[in-house]
């Protein structure tokens, strides 16, 4: 090997065409680029290249690797005998360069094999689920890796996608606080974090931190697939904080979601709020050898809302506040008061409402803003002086 390739440490190749037919037709990239000779690389990339994946490119002393669109022969056993070299490997971005498993495929047959790569810390998938699905199942990264999955549009959550997301997760440090939201698309956003965030706390958005976990899933939060996703896998369970962007018009299987959460301390929800979700938080259990009945989350202290309409404007929200104030009645009947509600920058709540909470909760902490919509949706806002923002570190993300 001569020296300079003994130097290069850093690749990158791309078509030099980055027009339309470029991406149908890329260029192939050379099996004899390095006339034989193999360097020392440790950051890879390759866009919009035909290239297999025996291409002696794909060196074992890699540390990030990144592919992108693009062609990529070989077949799917040669693309995990190209992973399963590269030991040093700490960063795995693939972009619609998953080999397909076909279209119609109804269920994925068993790993072939499992990857050890014990020092992988971010993996990127992006593509058809059932392909993100394959590869997924076949790695077996280190407990702390960074997992960023995205589907295609028009691609639903497939039940082995649901099933490799739960076995990946399950190997790796429990996750402490979820954010979830529902997008245009339809699409299901949830990013998860390993540590507790007081996010009720804080004048940001969560969804605006970056989150070890992210996925970002082209499926209506109703179908099958996602349902799945909360209900059945039991990576949930060390989950103490979750929060849930509910815009208006949307509905949450509210029940899935926090049925494998039983750990859950703060609840909080963005924008709308559904009937649905205070039935979850209602929902009675019955008594188990001769024991005390219980409901729903029994270590729920917080409730959390922002920019949310809870009260006076329509007959819908009077009729969600008053069961909310039914809620927190029945969960104090049964021994799990809430202990705290928040209230940042909500609608259609004042004084009067605050004060009716104040009677059931120990603390209700209000930001003191009035801001009622009149017939014309417009806001008409005041400001009632509260101490809500008095001796209180709102970036402070340390848990209880």
Known sequence: MCKADTLLHTLKLSDSDAGHSSYFNPSHLRHDLFSGQVPCLRTLEIRQLSVNWDHPVFSKTLTSLIVTEGSHGGGFEQLLSALEQMTYLECLLLEDAILSVGSRTASLPAPSRTIALLLLRFIHLNGIAVDSANLLRHLYPAI??????????????????????????????????????????PKLVLSAWRRDIDFHKWHSYISDRVAPIHLDLSSPVLSQGTRRLFSELPLWSSVRFLQVEANSGQRWAWRDIISNMPNLRVLGVLHGVENSMLDALSAAHPAENGGTPSVALPHLEVLAFRYTPLARHAQYMARFFHKLIDCLILRCNYDLPVQEVHLKDCLNIDDEDVDRLREIVPEVVWDGYVTMEDDDDEYIRDYIPSDYYEDRDYEDDVGY
């Open 144 to 185: 702390d890796t960074e997992l960023e999955i995205i589907t295609s549009v028009g691609q639903d959550v497939v039940q082995d996608l649901v099933t490799s997301l739960g076995s990946q997760l399950n190997q790796t440090v429990p996750l402490r606080t979820v954010c979830l939201a529902q997008m245009e698309g």
